[in-house]
């Protein structure tokens, strides 16, 4: 009979406007889940491109770090000491800190990020970088991320135009002698590559051989794990020692566990969760109990429980189908144009998208599943 005669369908689409509603509910839902779970995954996406960028085998940095934006120093003696080793080939030191970079054209301050590095050895796999090096050993020169915000400036377009762009840096002058692409974060939204020498010029207040983080290079054939542990036993316990992807992990666990923005994007997403179930339980709620006298006569007829029990879910399922494809189309569109105002990498993922439609299922399912008690009052001594 349900081969026959689809009565889920007909009887959705025999209300129209209420089946828009509930459409759109339920693509509301979809959207609301979808975007809390985009901004999060961006979140742990943009804050360690820096880290995945690293061209290294193993990290080293203060034991009270939390995270880049909180790097605390540590002796390069710590970094040099790791060539005892037979596995290390090369090891690398690196400053970060955060200053103020005065926007040429309005003179507004806003901070950014602000990398020092060797510039005789290229330790970032970053667009712009390799062919830029001989630029940074001249005073005072910086490459300047093209991926920063526009309230930075005009500083791409115009460098690319050939003008000479000066900037102003913590109160020094510097000029940016290249375009290198990385991209803003929850962190910084905007960033610098320089020499270590320059670094220290724009940051007098570093002393010279106190580092933010050591970057290992291994020799062909070298276990990084082994590696990593041997140098947890032969280094001081004021240093924490991460395998690359280790310090990527050390990084995104930060962002979701220590600070209430990934606590806030879960959240919404459970919230959207809540309100779609809501949604969905009204709609089917009230389509049962507007045809409870016609499920009366079909039990009276001999239909079981069972069978409008599978009706009822049918109609869940459909709910869950249609309304997830309007979902996804308008989180698209939502997507392009967050990543255009933030400079955030808010994607779709194969797997976002596998895991909004299987909340969107349960979602549905559950309230079909409780709308479905009705079912119990369609008693046929009631009508007949």
Known sequence: MMGKIPLAWLQLKREKTRLAVALAGIAFADILMFMQLGFRDSLYFSNVRFHTSLQGDIVLINNQSNALLSMKTFSQRRLYKALDLPGVQTVHPIYVDYTAWKNPVTGRPRNLLVIGMNPEVNIFNLAGV??????????????????????????????????????????????????????????????????DVNFLR?????????????????????????????LRNYLSKDIKVFTKQEFIDYERNYWASSTAIGFIFTLGTIMGFIVGTVIVYQILYTEVADHLAEYATLKAIGYTHNYLLFVILQEAFILAFLGYIPGFAVTMFLYDRARIATLLP???????????????????????????????????????
């Open 202 to 230: 724009i940051f007098p207040q570093h002393q010279r051989g106190l580092i933010n983080i050591g970057l290992i290079r291994l020799k062909p054939g070298a276990d990084a794990t082994v590696v990593a542990q041997t």
């Open 130 to 195: 390799q062919e830029n090096l001989d630029k940074l050993k001249l005073p005072d020169v910086v490459l300047y991320d093209r991926s920063s915000r526009q309230e930075y400036g005009p500083i791409a377009a115009e460098f690319e135009q050939g003008k000479n762009v000066i900037a102003e840096v913590n109160r020094r002058k510097i000029k940016v002698g290249g375009l290198f692409t990385l991209g803003a974060s929850f962190g910084a939204d905007g960033n610098l590559i320089t020499s």
């Open 346 to 384: 808010v994607f779709m993922s194969s797997e976002r998208a596998i895991m909004v439609l299987i909340l969107t299922l349960i979602m549905c399912f559950m309230s079909g599943t409780i709308a479905v008690r009705k079912l119990q009052s369609a008693d046929p001594a009631d009508i007949f």
